[in-house]
């Protein structure tokens, strides 16, 4: 832009020395000849022409110049809006990983504490990793006998059972961890897997 305002001024400057001229073969118009003085203003048009063009290639490349700088600003303010888009949606996600988190370990705190109650059915867990259940009074023919299952929390936050003695079927127990998945409801998984395990002895 620098150098069209030097151009510009230029521009400028010789125009008003075209004036000058102008004025000046005007004044003296009346001593030269009918020929000289046709030079003379042919002259002068051709240079008056030639700085209209000039001025009009100036004012295209300026009208250029700011339709790019427009752009630019635009593009500018685009990237600057879906950075702030991008940093809201992190926020998002890291909030609802957090209160899933939360969720999760409130649930099986409680867990801890309300299984307390089946302890008369033959029901032990401890924390390791995850929660282990160990339940007894289940086979009538050996009270003592042991059946466990660990449950965790995996990668995608969703709960899980591993290291299930006896195995249960597999999709069942899929249909059991999409159901606890879906409404956190502990003692139902509990019960539902006692009775797997008791029809398991029949």
Do not use: W
Not at 28 to 49: C, H, L, M, P, V
Not at 155 to 176: F, G, Q, S
Request: with cysteine.
């Amino acid at each position: 832009r620098q150098r069209l305002a030097q151009e510009q001024s230029t521009i400028d400057s010789q125009a008003t020395e075209l004036l000058a001229v102008e004025m000046e073969r005007g004044m003296k118009i009346e001593g030269t000849s009918d020929d000289a003085a046709k030079n003379s203003t042919d002259n002068i048009a051709a240079r008056k022409q030639a700085l209209e063009e000039q001025m009009t290639t100036v004012q295209i490349e300026i009208m250029k110049l700011e339709t790019e700088r427009e752009n630019r600003e635009k593009r500018i303010k685009d990237i600057e809006l879906e950075e702030k888009k991008q940093r809201m949606r992190v926020n998002e996600t890291r909030m609802l990983k957090e209160e899933s988190e939360r969720s999760k370990k409130t649930t099986l705190d409680d867990l801890t504490r309300g299984l307390l109650n089946y302890k008369a059915l033959g029901l032990d867990f401890v924390d390791n990793g995850g929660l282990r259940f160990r339940f007894t009074q289940i086979d009538p023919d050996d009270p003592s006998r042991e059946f466990s299952f660990l449950l965790v929390v995996n990668e995608e936050e969703k709960y899980d059972i591993v290291d299930c003695n006896p195995p249960i079927e597999a999709t069942l127990l899929l249909d059991m961890l999409d159901t606890l998945n879906r409404n956190d409801d502990m003692n139902a998984l509990v019960r539902r897997i006692r009775k797997t395990f008791k029809e398991h002895c029949l």
